[in-house]
C-alpha cells in the first residue's frame, strides 16, 4: 500500500506539472485611437501567462508601466495622468476557457474565454472568443475585447475627450510554452 | 502526453488519481495566481519622472527630452513687482528667452537659446547617467552650458576679447522621486564668469562654487507647486547680488507645460541666475514669470 501512495504522490506531482503552460513575453496591444488625430495605442511585450490545459483556468498580468508608446511624452501621460500606475502598477486577468479541451487543440479552434479583469482596482467581468492553436509544443492563444475608460473610473478630462475613443480595443497575442 | 499514459495504468489508480486532481484543483483557484506571480519575471521597472519640465523653475530638473522629440521653451522674466504702476509692476521690463531643445540620441538633450538681458546666446547639453529605479535610487544627470554677452560693447571696452563675453555652467543634477506627489533634487553645480564688474560684485570670483536645491509638491494629477534654491559659496558679502530662490507652479495641459513663478532672477541661464540674482525677496524685489514649454 505505501508502494500506491507513493506512486499516487509521484504520479499527481508529474501530471501537475505537466499540465502548466506559460509565457513571460506575450504581447498585449491596445489601440485607443480616434480617426484625424494623433494614434493612441500601445503594446506590453512582457505579459506573464499561465495556463492549466486540464482545467482551461488561465490567469494573466502585466505592468503598465511596460506598455510602450511611440511617443514617449504620451507614455508618460498615459502612466502618471490616466492610470496612476504608481499606485496600481499591475493589470491582472483571471478566467477560464470554457469547454477547454487538450486534445483537440491540433486545429485552430475558438472557445469562450471568460473572467474578471483588474486595472486601478476595479474588477470587470470579460466575455469573449479566443483563438487557440497548437504549434509543435507552443500554444498560441488570441483574442481580442473591448474596454471603455469609464469602466475603470479613468477621468478624461474635456480638452482631450475628442482624441481618445470611447471604446478600447484590446488585443492579446500569447505563445505559452508547456512549464517544466 | 499525459492523456495517454494513463489509459495504460491501473483503472483504480486512475480514478483514485482523478479524485486527488480534483482536490487539488479545487485549491487551484488561488494558487494559479500565485505561481503566476512566482513566474513573473522580477524585472527592472523605472520611476516616473520627477519632474514634468526641463526646469523646475530656474534650475534645471533631470528631464530630459526624448529622443526624436523638439521642445519650444517661452521664457519670460518681467520687472520688480515694486515698481508698481510706474512700470505696471514690472510688466514693461521684459526678458525674453526663446529657447529650442532637442535630442537626436537617447539620453542625450541639446539646446540653443537667446535672450533680451545682455543680448545672451547659450547652448546647453543635458546628459543622463542614471534613471530612478526598482534597482537604482536616483536619477542623475549632468548638465552644461556656454554663454555669450552680446550686449558689451568693444567701443567703451577697448581691450575686450571674445573670451571676456564667455560664461560657463555645469552641474550634477539628483533627483529622486521620493514618493508619487513629491519630488527633490540637489544640483552641486560649478559657474565660471570670464567677466566681471567690481562695482558690483566688489571682489573678483571668477570660479563660483554652488549648491542647488529644488522640489516638487503635486497638488493634483496636472498641476504641482515647485521651489528652488542655489546657495553660493564664494560670493562676496559686499556683492550685490544675491542667491536666488524661486517658487513657482506647473500647470500641465497635455502637450503644453506652464510655468509660472516669482523668482529674484532675471535672467533665465544658468551662469546668470546662478551668479547674479539681482532681485531681493527681503526687500520685496521680485519678479513675476513664466516658462511655457511646448513639445512638437
Known sequence: MKKVLFFLFFSVTISGASQTYFTRTGTTNFKASVTAFEPVEATNKSTTVILKTSTGAIAAQLFITAFQFRVALMQEHFNENYMDSNKYPKAVFRGEIADFNFTEVNTKKEYALSGTLTLRGVKKQINTIATITLDGDKIILSSRFTVAPQDFDIAIPKIVRKKIAETIYITLNYELVEKK | ?296
Not at chain 2, 15 to 22: G, K, T
Not at chain 2, 139 to 165: C, H, S, W
Request: with cysteine.
Open chain 2, 1 to 296: 502526453m499525459y492523456y495517454s499514459k494513463v489509459k495504460n495504468r491501473n483503472r483504480n489508480y486512475f480514478l483514485l488519481i482523478c479524485a486527488l486532481l480534483s482536490v487539488v484543483s479545487l485549491k487551484a483557484q488561488d494558487d494559479l495566481m500565485e505561481e503566476l506571480n512566482d513566474i513573473s519575471k522580477a524585472e527592472t521597472r523605472f520611476e516616473l519622472p520627477a519632474f514634468k519640465a526641463m526646469k523646475i523653475g530656474n534650475l534645471q530638473s533631470t528631464k530630459i527630452a526624448a529622443k526624436g522629440d523638439l521642445y519650444l521653451y517661452v521664457s519670460h522674466r518681467f520687472g520688480s513687482v515694486k515698481d508698481g504702476f510706474e512700470t505696471f509692476f514690472g510688466l514693461d521690463n521684459a526678458n525674453t528667452n526663446i529657447q529650442l531643445v532637442y535630442s537626436f540620441w537617447d539620453g542625450i538633450q541639446l539646446s540653443a537659446s537667446r535672450e533680451s538681458l545682455n543680448q545672451t546666446y547659450a547652448s546647453a547639453i543635458k546628459i543622463r547617467l542614471a534613471k530612478q529605479s526598482t534597482s537604482f535610487p536616483l536619477n542623475i544627470a549632468f548638465y552644461g552650458t556656454a554663454n555669450v554677452n552680446a550686449a558689451l560693447e568693444k567701443d567703451r571696452m577697448p581691450d575686450l576679447q571674445f573670451g571676456d563675453r564667455m560664461s560657463y555652467a555645469a552641474q550634477f543634477l539628483i533627483s529622486k522621486r521620493i514618493s508619487e506627489k513629491f519630488s527633490f533634487l540637489l544640483a552641486p553645480s560649478y559657474v565660471r564668469q570670464n567677466l566681471q564688474d567690481l562695482n558690483e560684485v566688489a571682489a573678483a570670483n571668477h570660479n563660483q562654487l554652488l549648491m542647488g536645491f529644488g522640489g516638487r509638491m503635486k497638488v493634483s494629477k496636472r498641476v504641482s507647486i515647485n521651489m528652488d534654491y542655489a546657495y553660493n559659496f564664494n560670493r562676496n558679502t559686499h556683492s550685490i547680488y544675491n542667491n536666488p530662490l524661486t517658487i513657482g507652479m506647473d500647470l500641465e495641459t497635455g502637450g503644453h507645460v506652464f510655468q509660472l513663478l516669482f523668482t529674484n532672477a532675471q535672467s533665465t541661464n544658468e551662469p546668470g541666475f546662478l551668479s547674479n540674482a539681482e532681485g531681493d525677496w527681503s526687500e520685496g524685489i521680485i519678479f513675476l514669470g513664466f516658462n511655457v514649454v511646448r513639445v512638437f
